[in-house]
């Protein structure tokens, strides 16, 4: 079974200064996908970023970027310029790229402050 | 709507209730999915649809629990006999197929 695992329960950052997110994950398949959600206190589950395993090239989404190092199994969320309106709850996410469709596993979470 | 919507947003039960959660997920989405989400922790995979067809119910926690997707497009989970373990946030989410998932604002249960 797989597992995703964040390793910081909380992080903090300044207003307009960067800050890194880190995601390992457990998978002996080759063909997957990896997510970043963002959960704002309204508690909606929202996509920032995603990863598909076979492609080197690190997804980039405006000020959202990721570090993926698929021999690791490291999924790295970086924030550049940081907002307020980034504090959030941010999961991390795998699902399998076998199968039709398949499930969501979740990391259990970092939640970041954003500090002026 | 363009977003997947679910309904009631909050419910408050008594111990031993039935409850059933409604899920209407993007027009065009064949893949439907439950979750849910203790306080502090990420969601954890319930049930997902294609179509009508449920296709896996492995996170499903026990034969209290139920889903069905009759045509293949609204949903409805099923408590019964709740219990206070099973106070929780419901998320449903919808994708095209292998595309990426899309969550809606989910159901809050209390159970009392």
């Known amino acids: 079974a797989q597992t995703v695992t964040q390793s910081q329960p909380e992080m903090s950052v300044q207003e307009a200064e960067t800050v890194t997110l880190s995601c390992t994950y457990d998978t002996s398949e080759s063909d997957y996908y990896l997510f970043w959600y963002k959960q704002p206190p309204s508690r909606q589950m929202i996509l920032v970023i995603r990863q598909e395993a076979y492609k080197q090239q690190n997804a980039t989404e405006n000020r959202f970027s990721v570090n993926f190092q698929k021999a690791a199994k490291s999924f790295s969320l970086k924030i550049s310029d940081s907002q307020l309106g980034d504090a959030a709850m941010y999961f991390c996410?795998?699902?399998?790229?076998?199968?039709?469709?398949?499930?969501?596993?979740f990391g259990t979470g970092t939640r970041l402050q954003v500090t002026l | 709507g363009a977003g997947v919507s679910q309904s009631p947003r909050y419910k408050v039960t008594k111990r031993g209730q039935d409850v059933a959660l409604r899920c209407d997920p993007i027009?065009?989405?064949?893949?439907l999915y439950w979750y849910r989400q203790a306080l502090g922790q990420g969601p954890e995979f319930l049930t997902y649809f294609n179509y009508e067809a449920q296709q896996d119910k492995s996170g499903l926690p026990n034969d209290r629990f139920s889903a069905e997707r009759p045509e293949g497009s609204i949903s409805t989970l099923t408590i019964q006999r709740t219990e206070q373990r099973d106070s929780a946030m419901y998320r449903c989410a919808s994708s095209r197929s292998t595309d990426t998932q899309y969550f809606g604002p989910g159901t809050r249960l209390t159970v009392l």
């Open positions: 027009s065009g989405h064949v893949s």
């Open positions: 996410a795998y699902r399998s790229g076998t199968g039709t469709a398949s499930k969501l596993t």
